[in-house]
Structure formats: C-alpha cells, structure tokens
C-alpha cells in the first residue's frame, strides 16, 4: 500500500511540469478522423484543429502535399475562440481507392514566438481502408469487358430504310409546296425586321434610358449594352463585323469608312468610357453616363443612312 502512495505521488510531481507547460504552449495542434477503418470509396473526415494565443503568427504547410495519396473530395476551415485562444480547424473530406494501410502524418505548424521561430507538431494518424467484397468473396477475379459481336450488315433493312426516308421527304415537299401556294404573296408582320439601322439602334437606346441601371448599381451591365448598341448599329449601318473588334480597331475601320470627324468623335469617345467601365473598373457620374447615351443618339442621328444621299460620308475624299 506504501508504495503504491509513493507511485501516485512520483506520477503526480512528474505530471504537473508536463501540464503547466502544455497550458502555457503558444500554439497547440491536434489530428483526427471520425473514421479510423472504412471501405474503398468511402469517405472520412480528417481534422486539423489549431489553437494559438492571439498575436501569434503561424505558417500552415502545404496540406494538398501532405494529403497527396488521398482523394481530397472536399475542404474547408472553421474559425472560433475558446478561452482566450484562437481556433482554426482545416476539415478535408478524403476517400480512397486501394485497400491497405495508411498514416497521415505528423503535420508542423510554424510559429513565431518573441521573435524567434518554433514549430509544434500534430499527432499522426491511421486509416484501414478495407475491400467492399465479403470475406467469402475475396477469391473473386474481375474479369475483363467482352469484345463486342460482329453484327452482320442486313443490306435489305438498309433499302428499305432508304425508300422509307425518300418516301416521307416526297411527302414533306408535297405538304410544303401546297402551303406555299395557299401562302403565296403574303408576308408576315415582323416588327423587328422592318427597322431599320438607326430605328433599332434608337428603340434599344430609350430601352436603356427607361430601365435606370445607374441609379440601381448597375454599371457596367449598363455600359455593357450601350457598347453593344453601338456596335450592334455599326454592323447594320455599314456591314462591318464590330462585335468581335477592338475600340481601336473599330477607330480605324470609322476613318476607312471616311466617317466625318464629328461622329466619329462622339463614337470613339463613347466607346472608350464604355472600356474604362469594363475594364478598368471606373464609375462615372450620373451626368456624364447620361452624356455617353446623348453622344451614341447623337451618332446614329448624325450617320443615319438618308434615301439619296448621306451627308456623313466624304465622297470626295
């Protein structure tokens, strides 16, 4: 009985130094899977949960490099505070393909501490990955895939297919022809199609005008359509592919199409704040997006296609 007293007392004055030490650890790191045995497929829940006190710096590894023989199906980090330490714990859902016997192992977590470098190890940890066939089945072989059967080629189904599919296109151009007929002279209403260039580009200017995408934060959606309004019209007007094109690409193309000065300067202009709006994140004031729709109205107004002449186009030139 004596010495088991003295055991509990070397044990205990053995254990408080350990103790106190581990409470007053700047960073503190721990592992584990909430399945330690699964089955190929499976999947398990690997943690790394960090506690460290507040104003420690500390350096994660490369987890996808220490995970490397698993199949990371998922991740994500999970942050909080428990007695005046922070939290982070790094959740990775894993899966496995071959059976066997695997260890995650030791993760170092860096930290810097008064200045000088330290690092705290995690615990590893054991998975078994197990076969998904009963243990009187273990002898089963997979065999491969079979070759597949050579079906011999029917030439009789062939033409009778053949004749079948002449048989209905005679019938589908009959049935067409007759409509044609019982439809000839009369041409279906289609607003869109009677516009002309600047009617379009015009209706689709007042479209923009009326949904107020500025006042509602709608930026560059609104600088967006505005830009394709224009060149939408430049494609229409002049039978030049704008939308694949550059702002100054289309610039050229403006003065090989001998545009007047004037438009062409209110188009480029309006063309370049729709850039600066796209792509380099600018945001205009109200006013000056409500110039940027005055000048493309403008435009269309001053290149507008007339029936016996067009006074934007230097003829002469």
Known sequence: MKL????????????????????????????TVDKSVVKIGDRFLYKLRISRKPGV????PDMDKILEQFVIVNQKIEQGKSKGKWLETLCF???????GKYEIPKVGILFKEKGQEKTVFSNSVSVEVGSILEPDQTHYRIRDIKQPLNVPFN???????????????????????????RNKGFVPFNNEISLSPDEKAFKLLDELIEEDLIKNGFVKEYYTRLSGILRGYLEDRYDYSAMDKTTQEISKALKSLKVKMGPYDLMRTALENSDLVKFAKYLPVSKESENDVHQARSFVEMTTEHPETDENIDKGS
């Open 4 to 31: 088991f007293y003295n055991l509990c007392i070397f044990l205990f004055i053995g254990l408080c130094p350990v103790s106190a030490f581990a409470q007053n650890l700047s960073v503190d790191v721990s592992a």
């Open 93 to 99: 859902e894993l899966a496995l393909y071959e059976t």
């Open 155 to 181: 030439y009789g189904l062939m033409i009778l297919l053949l004749i079948c599919l002449l048989f209905g296109a005679a019938i589908i151009a009959f049935i067409m022809k007759k409509l044609l007929k």
């Open 57 to 60: 710096l500390m350096e994660i």
